[in-house]
């Protein structure tokens, strides 16, 4: 090893250059990653192969400018050498840089790095008076060198550069090393390859308009950023505030805001979000990046709008009732661009026509609203006019109106129900791509004629559990991917044992395979409404790793001794287990079993048993569904003793037939049995966290939710006024009583739109590493628990992978033992949590829009006027100055009502309630808005009102297609006797029996708080409860015929 210096010129955070001098090492012996090496080189992981033809080696400036081309999985055989990855990193940002990382990692790709920096022979120190560019393509070139001798000559290699000066000195220079043009080696490599081809001039195409529009054009669009030197020390001084860009998809060019990114020091009575008005104030800033903002003088701070635009949707239903005056500013420079791919749709011919006379240059229309029309040049205009296409954006001068980009690939046919799905996976950053063989290679196959067996060996390892617990898992209708199973017994000291057991996903998914490192990169399984994109191959998720009925399977368990009567945790125990599950069961049977129902047909295990065996396996598969069901009320009125939430959220099923077209939409009906395994895994999450934070109080990954911001709260304050309701918002507490209370006996549908305005309200929850922050910020508001964590999903979330590995170490760390596995270091633990945090936002919007999508596609093909599916009862919840937002809860559909049309009408009512268009004028009011024709008709629409609306489809040319409703009564709509019930509400046997001991328990555990600093100590082992015990309520509640309770 030899010992040399490294000259670098960075900058500091007060924006000075600054040089530095550090330690650089070179060695003999650096991988090369390749399959042919004879040197005997340390190559460990992803490895060129000898199957290529050749070599590749990009210079600096080709993985700089054409890296997108370079991602084309035909591309093999590539080395990317250090220098150019870092020529990356430090001039093209963050994001590029991130996107090579993942290129590097994905097994997908035949592409590997080599460290040409760090190997004594191929690198070369820079001259003096050397450009920095010239230094990179020679210090790449000398390394091209340098490889191809290492492998002995036994593969050519091609080295690629846009520099015109180095092909031609070095492109004879070395036999076998071919130094040529970008755009040559793709003429006469991958003449085949029209994709590559085309993108390859697209970006050629860009870059030169982008450079003839800076000569041409003097004039200025917008004011120039400010350099990030002056922008860092503004933001330190408190003179610019750092925050990122979300605009208002309705008002997408008048209106945005700017979420503040901490609190600067001289700003700190900000805790409200910027308002940016207008296009020229947002000065070239897109949703999503992180910007500086100026804030303008107070006399000019404006408020945000509260008219309905097209396409109004729930997601402004919190705006603020009052447009008051809000901080307002402009944006004065860019930090960090969170530019992406981007689904656009070329403009009507007529249109192109009217762009000017070089039609080579298209203003193309985002499929989001929020992104402004973006220039690219391309002759294909008139042959994809009904295609939905891929840009990607190159730059944005002050000099330009718009930004410039560059023609990607072509998604598909607009309105192909494959094209909407894939535009909504591009929007998100979801990339979808089958697991490479790699990946599957890693994983034990299970053929028919040799079935995957236990191990003798790591049974060794494992404690037993096939023949000793009753262990069934409860999922919905068609589940494959089984994470979670459930027991439950009575010991022999009369106490209950609860077991949770969590499939070992990390048994077969080792740390840093293929399969790992594939799963971290997807973070999630991504769930849509007919479909879902599985973060593991389906031999593990659907077959290995799920705990199916009556197969063996590997499990890490949680089991918890319970006190008899009080169900207090008395001991628990963690460790990995061999299971074997007795009954996959369906929620909807399992709800059956616990309403007594005993000829549930839903339960295959039982079939083709005698009568007596049967009716045998049966009382004990209800004794403990029953015992779950009272463990978990137990633990649920705990938690909301202690501000626990029940909040409410809109889960729609869509219903397809046999040909996969959407039969019906149905939004999902709750069942205690939900409830019931949820708070099982809450219980298995909470003790997870507990015990990693004991023993690695500084390497856990856990998962908070930070209280809401309290002006978040607003709109559901001031709507539940309209009920003379008062919401407490001070603590989850407080809210979690407001909500209890705010029950309307003659409207069920009220709490449930108040429910659903406070999740709305709600903030993200998010994962974190625990070095990262002090202990009082793990608290988990909405669960109302001091920690959390994901541990009971390992099949479909990485977090939970990550949470096994960390509680096996901290097992380990009980018997002072080293972990399986290095834990990460506090950095690449913060940035993964980041990373899943990101993913799982976009799974969770995937999942939203594909809903919406298939709501559109049920009413597409209906006529609105004539067909009864189309008409419904909906519930008023927002009040605007132009319309009102409904909610219906047939369809689980929130869309805006307008009460005023295109041409100045607005709505007013026949005696029977029909509804009709007239001249006239709109008042709004705080709880409700009166509309008066001109001949002095009035009607007023009230919050909380119910009223009767015709549902369509509203199709639009470059964005997604969205829901349109009209009120056409203003009375309830009134059931046919064809119509499905979806939104119908009754009260169960298991409803009442849950409110009535719910309460009882309240009591119970309300008085015990009460009493608990009044017990003395030589008392508590002799105290009894007075009066009614819970035992004895609950066995008079089984006595009780309450089979006839019912309701409508």
Known sequence: MIKTEKVLHLRSCKGRSVRVVREHYLRESVPCNSCLCEAQCHNEGKLLSQSATHYVIPDWKVVQDYLEILEFPELRGIVFMQTACQAVQHQKGRRQYNKLRNLLRDARHECVMFFNEFQMYSYVPREQGESLEKWQTRCIYYATVWYYHHLAGLMPVVMVTEDAEAIQKYGSETDGVFVVSFKSYLENFWPDLEAVHELYESIVQSRKERENEIQEKNGKEYLEHQPLEILEAGIKSGRYIQGIVNVNKHRSQLEAFVRIQGLPNKRSELETDILICGTKARNRAIEGDVVAVELLPRNEWKGRASILCENESEEKANEEIETEPMPTGKVVGII????????????????????????????????????????????????????????????????SLYPNGHFVKVLGRAGDLETEIAAILVENGISIAPFSEAQLREIPVNPPENPWKVDAEEQGRRVDLRNTHLVFSIDPKDCEDVDDALSVRKLANENLELGVHIADVTHFVKLNSYTDLEARSRATTCYLADRRYDMLPAILSADRCSLLGGADRYAISVLWELDKTNYE????????????????????????????????????????????????????????????????????????????????????????????????????????????????????????????????????????????????????????????????????????????????????????????????????????????????????????????????????????????????????????????????????????????????????????????????????????????????????????????????????????????????????????????????????????????????????????????????????????????????????????????????????????????????????????????????????????????????????????????????
């Not at 070089?358 to 029309?373: A, E, G």
């Not at 026949?910 to 808005?929: V, Y």
């Open 336 to 399: 960090q661009r969170n530019w992406r791919d981007y689904v656009v749709t070329f403009p009507p011919k007529e249109d192109i026509q009217s762009q000017g006379k070089n039609v080579r240059k298209i203003l193309v229309t985002p499929w989001d609203y929020r992104i402004p029309k973006i220039r690219i040049s391309t002759q294909q205009a008139e042959s994809l006019q009904n295609f939905r296409i891929i840009v990607r954006i190159d730059s944005w001068d002050s000099t």
């Open 569 to 1048: 945790v008395l001991k628990v125990w963690f460790g990995r287990t061999i299971i074997r599950s007795t009954y996959k069961i369906f929620y909807e049977a399992a709800q059956a079993l616990l309403d007594g129902d005993r000829n549930v047909v839903d339960i295959p295990e039982l079939k083709g048993l005698e009568e007596k065996e049967k009716c045998r396996r049966l009382n004990d598969l209800i004794w403990a569904v029953e015992k779950l069901t009272e463990i978990a009320r137990r633990t649920r009125t705990k938690r909301s003793l202690e501000g626990g939430l029940e909040l409410e959220g809109i889960e729609i099923r869509v219903q397809l037939d046999e040909k996969k077209n959407i039969s019906d939409l149905v939004p999902k009906q709750p069942l205690e049995v939900h409830e019931t395994v949820a708070e099982c895994m809450i219980m298995a999450n909470h003790w997870v966290a507990k015990k990693i934070t004991e023993n690695l109080p500084h390497q856990g990954l856990l998962r908070c939710h930070p209280p809401p911001r309290q002006e978040s709260f607003a709109a559901l304050v001031e709507c539940a006024k309209a009920k003379r309701f008062k919401i407490d918002t001070r603590s989850n507490k407080a809210l979690a009583d407001s909500l209890d209370m705010a029950e309307d006996p003659d409207d069920p549908l009220v709490n449930k739109v108040l429910r659903s305005m406070a999740t709305q309200a709600m903030s993200n929850a998010l994962y974190f590493s625990t070095g990262s922050c002090s202990e009082d910020l793990f608290y988990h508001y909405g669960l109302a628990l001091d920690k959390y964590t994901h541990f009971t999903s390992p099949i479909r979330r990485y977090a939970d992978i990550v949470v096994h590995r960390l509680l096996m170490a901290a097992l380990l760390k009980d018997k002072k033992l080293e972990p399986e596995n290095p834990l990460l270091s506090q950095k690449d633990l913060e940035e993964l949590c980041h990373h899943i945090n990101k993913k799982n936002r976009a799974a969770q919007r995937v999942q939203k829009q594909s809903v919406e999508l298939f709501q559109c596609m049920y009413f597409k093909d209906k006529d609105s006027t004539s067909d009864e599916r189309c008409v419904a009862d909906g519930i008023i919840y927002s009040i605007r100055a132009n319309g009102v937002l409904v909610y219906v809860p047939k369809y689980g559909i929130k869309a805006a009502a307008f009460l005023k049309n295109k041409e100045g009408l607005v709505i007013t009512a026949q005696p029977d309630g029909s509804c009709e268009w007239k001249p006239g004028s709109l008042r709004r009011l705080r709880d409700k808005i009166i509309s008066t024709t001109a001949g002095g008709e009035s009607i007023t629409f009230s919050l909380f009102e119910h009223v009767t609306v015709r549902i369509s489809e509203y199709s639009s040319r470059s964005h997604p297609d969205s829901i349109k409703l009209d009120i056409i009564n203003n009375q309830p709509r009134t059931k046919t006797g064809t119509e499905p019930a979806h939104g119908t509400s009754h009260t169960s046997k298991t409803d009442l029996v849950r409110d009535v001991i719910r309460s009882a328990e309240e009591a119970q555990l309300a008085q015990k708080h009460a009493k608990r600093t009044l017990i003395r100590d030589e008392d508590r082992e002799y105290c009894q409860t007075q009066g009614n015990s819970l035992y004895s309520l609950l066995e008079e509640i089984k006595e009780m015929a309450l089979q006839d309770v019912s309701v409508g």
